[in-house]
């Protein structure tokens, strides 16, 4: 199957934030908004942007950035959210497989084999991930945006069976549902090759129109994103690494540290084998006499 | 709004001034993308870099409370360069179209010749005596032929014609002034005008987006005739991508004032009776307007017929010709009195109003001086009130600093479901009434609106039968027959009006008559809600506003005549015969919205959308053919408008409280407004900061839906107050910090928000600093703070008595 894909259009966001809520909402993210006396658990802190930071139960949040040149002011709007790498330096690290590509190309993961070690969150390069530790079961779990692709959530993947049985029908519209609540429609999901084009486009018509800084982000980075960005400055400007890597730490842990375990883990195998044939070989000896 | 939203996408330029679709009118947003994605440009006007700026392709901030002065400065730059650029305009459209060629009474003199007041006026300047704020109108008219017809010089070259008034008028508003005014750079002021002027090309569309930051003044209805003015000039009315658009901030607001719910207009925007008109024809000579023109339409000729059909609506069988159709029934105003809401808080007050039914508003949060509107519900005897949610109005005796025990207010919650609880009709800002359903069942007890208003009639009509009381036959002979519980269909089929005798339904307002032979219950949705047989493939069939067929319309600009049904007629772009030239053809051929065909019919007809007053154009049959703009007496659109309280065209006067005299003449504020607490008026010593109000995105009104969301109240948890940088700094307050908000009113406490998107004006060689503050706030619900209504004044505009919630004086401080 080919790979699909979100194309956000910064030029188009109004930061509206209707991704935001409807991402907690389908998600099931809304029960865990903690909550304080009366209020919920976030202040004002002097900023539209608000929670302050992607969390378990914040897989997508917008940021707002106020920038100031030539007197002239401007505020920049951005969606912070898995930007599903082909070269996913959270699956590279992850120990067990817990965390994947799925065959439509976005990375996923498997809540019930996560041990919450957070090896993923140090090695993302977008710092996506997040996981905490429960004070009281000291079980720890992994969260972000699974492009709605979650066992039970599945919008995409979902067969009309399933959303005939779920008293949420969307209207049978396979996207993700902050796609779907997009009221300027800076948000489009599709087959990635189309939305690549789609996005070029854009670039081409921004810059005709005088804004020469104009690009797509994510065509190529990280061997490709899943989540394409049309932007109308530098990545840098609206806070996105401009050259995302994946940490050489990650590289080697999955290319030589990972492969290299298994080779002295075999080779442990291989050497208590040896030492079994050998010690038994022994005994029959001792046997003999 | 004269055009509807999705035909935003066709315009050349948009400009969102006093509103702020990115924020308070997301959906809508996508029209604007699209009519940027054709090359459209967008201007955002604003006294702070909102949402909407941040995708404009201009922005000009300018002070809270001087839109007549910044679109009078607009004015005068599309008057100068029609002169020294008349190819870049319209003038047939001008000429034919408006009243720019009609001669006024020479004895009328425009403000600039008197010091900033119109010929009339009963008082001084700054007159403080409210007897004498008011106008007489005798030189607001009309130079008259023999014949009662308006003289007219088509040239525009007499000096008592209104183009020439108009230059008189607006020749002070130099872009100079108006930065000294406004606070607007020269630069960014020339270039506001330069692109919008830009639409005024003969083919070309500019469309004004507004929507409370234009209404909420002193000067509130000036703005939008200011506004009407500019896009006369410009040939922007009536035209695919043209038009004045309100943009309605809640779902049926616009349903809302289409039946009467203000104090000044009945059902169908027909005039509130008083208590003058002791008789249907006393009333219908007061307000039936007149004309001696032959090629005006004079559309509203027509009251007689409406008013009619609305008194058979109303009282059925009990109205007939011997008793005048029931008009003494009707409750009317006391002459000279206002009915207001500032007005109806006023009389809580005094202990005049006793009892209060808030149906489905939070006047203790929404209200302007909202600590003065709950003081005024704990004098009332009862009050009742109707919502979703718990809210401060309901819970005012629950108020910061409210003892309770001394609260003998009697309170009635009446629980009230949702939108998707209840079948009925929603009219957007388009003027689409769109049919919907039931989708869930309300929690627990709570019913929807027409079924409590159903209850509550059926037992007034039973008490009033059995014990009489003060003009009882209004309540005793009111025809209401809905059923117990009530069909809404049936009230949706009362208005759209029926046949009397035979009971069927009336096809459009055009079939209703004056002699009692035909009932509608509002005139402007009449054809809403038709026979079965006449529209069988709508889903509710006969219920035109149930339909949902999107076949695009004949010439594909994005009309879709089949969805839904907008007032009036199905016409979706009002005043649309001035979109086509003398000979019926249109001035945009990529965006026609209708065009004359003389092969239709015998003698030919229009394609396109539903024609404003089908007649000939006027070139083809000048007989025939009727003035464009049928809703005036004189059927052409006014630059010169008699009916406003406060003149006939738009003069800057400075908000209620302001910082700075006023630059353009010696009269400070509106000449007419009513003062209703002078002992509240903020001076700019102790209060030198513009105050303005504003909602955002994430909360909705008083807040009492989206207060109770814990997706919202997370992402907006607080009430904030945002101001610049360089005030922040002057005042040691750092971002996120707790303070202080006080005006003459009360005070809040709010959190600051420090931006770059907020700066002080520069104005006159002076720097005067505005801070924004939310309103969403109250004491209940799962997010509480301060409203920023505490700050507001009771003061209202002099023509709608509108609050100025938009502009008043506060000070700040770091809260310690």
């Known amino acids: 199957m080919a790979d699909k894909a979100i194309l956000y259009d910064a030029t188009r966001c109004t930061a509206c934030r209707g991704c935001q809520a409807a991402c907690k909402q389908w998600n099931g993210n809304d029960e865990v908004i903690p909550t304080v006396a009366n209020s919920v658990g976030t202040i004002n802190r002097g900023s539209y942007e608000n929670p302050p930071d992607l969390s378990p139960q914040t897989w997508l949040k917008m940021r707002f950035t106020e920038v100031e040149s030539d007197g002239k002011v401007g505020w920049l709007f951005t969606r912070q959210a898995c930007m599903h790498c082909t070269d996913a330096a959270c699956v590279r690290v992850c120990p067990n497989g817990t965390l994947y590509h799925n065959a439509l190309g976005f990375v996923a993961y498997n809540k019930d084999t996560c041990t919450g070690c957070g090896y993923c969150v140090d090695a993302c390069p977008f710092s996506v991930p997040r996981s905490t530790r429960n004070i009281l079961t000291g079980v720890a779990k992994m969260d972000k945006c699974t492009a709605c692709t979650t066992q039970g959530l599945n919008r995409i993947e979902a067969t009309d069976a399933e959303i005939d049985a779920t008293s949420l029908s969307w209207a049978g519209e396979r996207v993700p549902a902050c796609v779907k609540t997009c009221p300027p429609k800076a948000l489009m999901y599709g087959e990635r090759a189309d939305l690549v084009a789609v996005g070029k486009q854009r670039v081409q018509a921004l810059q005709a129109k005088g804004k020469a800084q104009a690009n797509l982000y994510g065509e190529t980075e990280l061997g490709g994103l899943h989540v394409i960005y049309v932007l109308d400055d530098s990545p840098a400007v609206y806070g996105l690494p401009v050259s995302p890597q994946v940490p050489p730490a990650a590289i080697a842990w999955k290319d030589v540290i990972q492969p290299l375990g298994w080779f002295v883990g075999g080779l442990t195998i291989l050497g208590l084998g040896m030492n079994w044939l050998v010690a038994r070989a022994n005994a029959k000896k001792e046997a003999v006499k | ?816």
């Not at chain 2, 014609?161 to 230059?167: E, H, N, P, S």
């Not at chain 2, 997370?714 to 005006?743: R, T, W, Y």
Request: glycine share 10%; hydrophobic share 35%.
């Open chain 2, 1 to 816: 709004m004269t055009n509807h939203w999705g035909d935003i996408a066709n315009s050349d330029v948009v400009m969102a001034l006093g509103g702020n679709p990115a924020e308070n009118h997301p959906a809508a947003f996508n029209f604007i993308t699209q009519a940027k994605d054709r090359g459209a440009k967008l201007i955002s006007v604003d006294p702070r870099f909102t949402r909407t700026s941040a995708k404009a392709d201009l922005y000009a901030p300018i002070r809270s409370g001087t839109d007549v002065a910044f679109v009078g400065g607009m004015i005068k730059y599309v008057l100068d360069d029609i002169e020294a650029n008349p190819a870049n305009y319209n003038l047939i459209y001008i000429t034919e179209y408006t009243n720019a060629a009609y001669l006024v009474n020479p004895g009328f003199k425009v403000a600039a010749e008197l010091e900033g007041l119109f010929s009339g006026y009963a008082g001084a300047l700054n007159e403080t005596d409210g007897a004498k704020k008011k106008y007489d109108k005798a030189t607001w008219a009309y130079q008259l032929d023999d014949k009662g017809v308006p003289k007219k010089d088509k040239t525009l070259k007499d000096p008592n014609c209104v183009f020439q008034v108009l230059k008189k008028q607006y020749a002070r508003y130099t872009p100079e002034k108006i930065t000294a005014i406004c606070g607007t750079p020269v630069a960014a002021f020339l270039e506001v005008c330069q692109t919008f002027a830009s639409t005024g090309r003969t083919g070309k569309a500019g469309v004004i987006l507004y929507a409370m930051g234009t209404t909420q003044h002193t000067n509130g209805s000036e703005n939008i005739r200011a506004y009407s003015i500019l896009q006369l000039l410009l040939g922007n009315m009536g035209v695919s991508g043209g038009g004045i658009d309100a943009m309605r901030g809640e779902s049926n607001v616009q349903g809302s004032t289409d039946f009467g719910l203000l104090f000044d207009s009945i059902p169908g925007y027909l005039g509130m009776f008083t208590d003058a008109d002791v008789s249907r024809q006393k009333y219908l000579d007061r307000v039936t307007p007149k004309n001696s023109d032959p090629t005006s339409a004079n559309w509203l000729s027509n009251y007689p017929k409406y008013i009619t059909s609305l008194l058979k609506a109303w009282y059925g069988d009990a109205a007939n010709k011997d008793n005048d159709f029931g008009f003494h029934n009707l409750p009317k105003l006391e002459t000279g009195k206002n009915y207001s809401w500032i007005s109806l808080f006023e009389a809580m007050q005094t202990g005049n109003i006793k009892g209060l039914l808030a149906w489905g508003q939070n006047p203790a949060v929404g209200g302007p001086n909202s600590n003065g509107e709950r003081q005024a519900l704990a004098k009332l005897d009862w009050l009742v009130a109707s919502d979703l949610w718990m809210t401060e109005t309901m819970e005012f005796w629950k108020a910061p600093g409210v003892d309770s025990s001394k609260v003998n207010t009697e309170v009635f919650v009446l629980p009230a479901r949702g939108s998707f609880e209840k079948e009925g009709s929603v009219t957007n800002s388009s003027r689409w009434m769109q049919w919907r359903y039931k989708a869930a069942d309300g929690p627990g007890e709570a019913e929807d609106d027409l079924w409590m208003i159903n209850k509550l009639m059926l037992k007034l009509k039973e008490l009033y039968a059995s014990e009489g009381g003060p003009n009882a036959g209004a309540i005793v002979n009111m025809n209401w027959n809905y059923g117990d519980p009530p069909d809404v269909r049936q009230v949706a089929k009362e208005i759209n009006g029926y046949d009397t005798t035979t009971g069927k339904q009336i096809d459009g307002f055009a079939n209703l008559k004056d002699d009692g032979t035909t009932a509608c219950g509002e005139w402007v949705y009449c054809g809403s809600y038709v026979e079965p047989d006449k529209e069988p493939d709508a889903p509710v069939p006969g219920n035109r506003a149930s339909r949902r067929d999107l076949t695009p319309d004949q010439f594909n600009i994005g009309l879709y005549p089949k969805w839904a049904w907008s007032w009036p007629v199905n016409r979706r772009i009002i005043y649309n015969r001035a979109a086509v030239d003398l000979n019926g053809e249109p001035w945009d051929k990529e965006h026609p919205v209708i065009k004359w065909n003389p092969t239709k019919g015998e003698t030919g007809g229009w394609d396109g959308d539903i024609v404003d007053g089908n007649y000939p154009p006027l070139a083809i049959d000048p007989v025939k053919s009727r003035y464009p703009f049928i809703m005036t007496a004189e059927g052409v659109a006014r630059l010169f408008a008699q009916g406003m309280a406060d003149g006939p065209m738009p003069e800057f006067y400075e908000p209620w409280e302001s910082p700075v005299p006023n630059q353009m003449s010696g009269q400070q504020s509106n000449p007419i407004c009513k003062v209703w607490r002078p002992a509240e008026h903020g001076e700019a010593d102790k209060f030198p900061i513009v105050g303005t109000t504003y909602r955002v995105c994430e909360h909705w009104q008083a807040g009492q839906m989206t207060r109770n969301m814990p997706w919202l109240v997370e992402m907006q948890p607080e009430p904030f107050v945002e101001m610049s940088e360089e005030l922040a700094q002057e005042k040691g307050i750092d971002n996120g910090d707790s303070v202080i908000v006080a005006s003459a009113r009360g005070q809040v406490t709010m959190k600051a928000v420090v931006t770059k998107r907020f700066k002080p004006f520069k104005m006159n060689g002076r720097t005067v600093h505005e801070v924004g503050v939310l309103w969403h706030w109250g004491y209940t619900g799962l997010s509480t703070g301060d409203s920023g209504n505490i700050l507001t004044p009771h003061i209202g505009d002099a023509n709608t008595m509108i609050p100025e919630y938009k502009a008043f004086l506060v000070n700040i401080s770091k809260k310690v």
